[in-house]
């Protein structure tokens, strides 16, 4: 069951961001493939900025307060959108949103002022609902694995480390791997500070056709050693 984005987190567990697919219509060829995910985060406590939309619109001083709300309770997961083959959809998947991370959180040119040494084509998958689209407009070769550099950041607070986790056991990622792990087996970055590097991935295009994929991401905090 989905939480209420602005329902309390309180000690951090393990907190899900699952994902579904969402397509539109006549998005396929016979020899391209399109990608798309859903991004839907649980339990995070977002503040009174809050919000289960697209955030666009704020002014830069919302977006730092937003960005204060996420870190100090969460960890922010973004997405690079600054390929041309990454476009970013609404929650329902129906309606482009932004091509290159423009006009949604957090938005340029206010993004390097929100987050030090992110960005500003980095979009927030726990601020925002969205859907990622992967070949939209530029379709990507079918049965293949596609590359992306520095496709996914994160943002923490040094109080706290997290481990973000790509991937379960049950495997049937639309990523084959993050950060060189593999995703089947449970793909984990350690969000240990403020600043953490972007990470690699790796996505698998399948077969040209509408074709249904899921991703599972788990935010927890790292154990005591």
Request: no cysteine; hydrophobic share 30%.
């Amino acid at each position: 069951m989905k939480m209420n984005r602005r329902s309390v987190l309180g000690a951090i567990g393990v907190v899900g961001v699952g994902t579904g697919a969402a397509f539109g219509s006549g998005a396929f060829s016979s020899t391209t493939a399109q990608r798309a995910v859903e991004v839907n985060v649980f339990g995070a406590d977002l503040g009174d900025s809050g919000t289960t939309g697209v955030v666009s619109g704020l002014t830069s001083g919302e977006e730092t307060t937003l960005a204060g709300n996420i870190t100090a309770n969460f960890v922010d997961v973004l997405v690079d959108a600054s390929s041309d083959t990454v476009d970013i959809y609404n929650e329902a998947g129906d309606s482009r949103v932004s091509t290159d991370g423009t006009d949604i959180f957090p938005e340029n040119p206010n993004s390097t002022e929100t987050y030090s040494g992110i960005g500003s084509s980095y979009v927030s998958l726990v601020a925002n609902d969205v859907t990622i689209v992967f070949g939209d407009d530029n379709g990507l070769p079918p049965n293949s694995t596609v590359s992306y550099d520095e496709l996914f950041a994160f943002v923490g607070n040094d109080a706290t480390s997290y481990n973000v986790t790509f991937g379960d056991t049950n495997g049937g990622s639309i990523l084959s791997s993050v950060d060189g792990s593999d995703v089947s087996s449970g793909s984990t970055v350690e969000v240990s500070s403020s600043s953490s590097s972007p990470v690699n991935a790796e996505v698998e295009t399948g077969t040209s056709g509408n074709s249904r994929e899921a991703l599972d991401i788990r935010i927890e905090e790292t154990p005591s050693q």
